[in-house]
Nanobody, 127 residues
Framework: VQLQASGGGLVQAGGSLRLSCAVSERTFSKRYMGWFRQAPGKEREFVGAISWSGGRTYYVESVKGRFTISRDNAQNTMALQMNSLKPEDTAMYFC?????????????????????WGKGTLVTVSS
């Protein structure tokens, strides 16, 4: 499974960015997907996840109400819409795919991550 995140950049606080993740795998529609981030000098943080159909999502408290995860199974893509950005959102953002046998497990993913990872895209929020 190959994943590639894109769409990062520099934005002012209060602004918006939309990240995309392209996945090259024919069973994409059967995998739970997620976003993670890692700020300089900090540990990786789970941002949120989306179910196969997109009908179920999970967000960590720090981004709830500001970030939205969506997916397009026909295009094998996932997106992270980030609104009302704050300087503390500055990080490298990674998209990830769960193992094909995983059940819906945000608490597990938050602690242990997902099975497949792509290269990140840098988001910088200036104050």
């Amino acid at each position: 499974v190959q994943l590639q995140a894109s769409g990062g950049g520099l934005v002012q606080a209060g602004g918006s960015l939309r990240l995309s993740c392209a996945v090259s795998e024919r069973t994409f529609s059967k995998r739970y997907m997620g976003w993670f981030r890692q700020a300089p000098g900090k540990e990786r943080e789970f941002v949120g996840a989306i179910s196969w159909s997109g009908g179920r999502t999970y967000y960590v408290e720090s981004v709830k109400g500001r970030f939205t995860i969506s997916r397009d199974n026909a295009q094998n893509t996932m997106a992270l819409q980030m609104n009302s950005l704050k300087p503390e959102d500055t990080a490298m953002y990674f998209c990830a795919a769960a193992h094909s046998d995983d059940k819906w497990s945000p608490s597990y993913w938050g602690n242990y991550g997902m099975h497949h990872w792509g290269k990140g895209t840098l988001v910088t929020v200036s104050s």
